[in-house]
């Protein structure tokens, strides 16, 4: 248990569909992150939110979106995927200082298993 | 050519063996991260270090900062062990994501 929840562990979703993944931290932490694996691939980071506003966007695809309402949640919002989107999916959170260096460790969740058929 | 490399990618062991996994990275960074993912997906931090050694438990991270080159080594290693293990570094500088390798697949026979 690393105090961070992902929801849910597992989706199955068409080219067509709009679905959310849901990270929750518990860690009083104010930084979070998005971070997608593809199989034989390095995990790749998608978002960071530190103190509520998105300070990274590595070039992600625009059908991702992510949303951060507080410091302990995190959704990332999914529409009209591709199949070469399926991954997982896997949430970190970390406590920033002040000008935004990461100045202690990352603690993830389980990661959501995105399908894309 | 991946700023950070792993080595084995794969490694298969028995009972008590001793294991070393390696870690050699290009950057200049102000700190080096060893994780665990285990099958499920979950990621836990092990270590995270910028000079000399940690110990925890059986697990022991080293880092030689002018070599740029970090090991990870497990003592009497136990099936529970059986995991994928990443290296990752934070370049140095006042804003630095994590730069991951692909990991090592560690498998330990009973």
């Known amino acids: 248990e690393t105090g961070v929840t992902q929801t849910p562990r597992h989706l199955v979703m068409g080219m067509t569909n709009k679905k959310s993944l849901k990270c929750e931290q518990h860690l009083g932490h104010n930084a979070m992150y998005w971070y997608k694996q593809s199989a034989k691939k390095p995990l790749e980071l998608m978002f960071v939110y530190s103190l509520e506003e998105r300070v990274e966007n590595n070039s992600v695809p625009s059908r991702f979106s992510p949303e951060c309402p507080n410091s302990s949640h995190l959704f990332l919002h999914l529409h009209t995927l591709q199949p070469e989107d399926s991954a997982l999916y896997l949430c970190?959170?970390?406590?920033?200082?002040?000008?935004?260096?990461?100045?202690?460790?990352?603690?993830f969740g389980e990661g959501s298993r995105l399908t894309v058929l | 050519k991946n700023e950070v490399e792993q080595s084995p990618q794969n490694l298969t062991a028995q009972e008590g063996e001793f294991i070393t996994i390696n870690c050699s990275y290009s950057?200049?960074?102000?700190?080096l991260h060893w994780l665990q993912q285990h099958p499920g997906g979950g990621i836990v931090s092990l270590f995270m270090?910028?000079?000399g050694k940690k110990k925890h438990g059986r697990l022991i991270a080293t880092i030689n900062i002018q070599e740029k080159h970090s090991s990870l080594h497990i003592t009497a290693s136990h099936p529970r062990d059986s995991a994928v293990y990443i290296c990752a570094v934070k370049r140095g500088g006042s804003q630095g994501n994590l730069i991951f390798g692909k990991g090592t697949k560690l498998s330990v026979k009973p």
């Open positions: 950057v200049g960074i102000s700190a």
């Open positions: 970190a959170s970390s406590q920033v200082a002040g000008w935004a260096t990461n100045t202690g460790e990352l603690f």
């Open positions: 270090l910028s000079s």
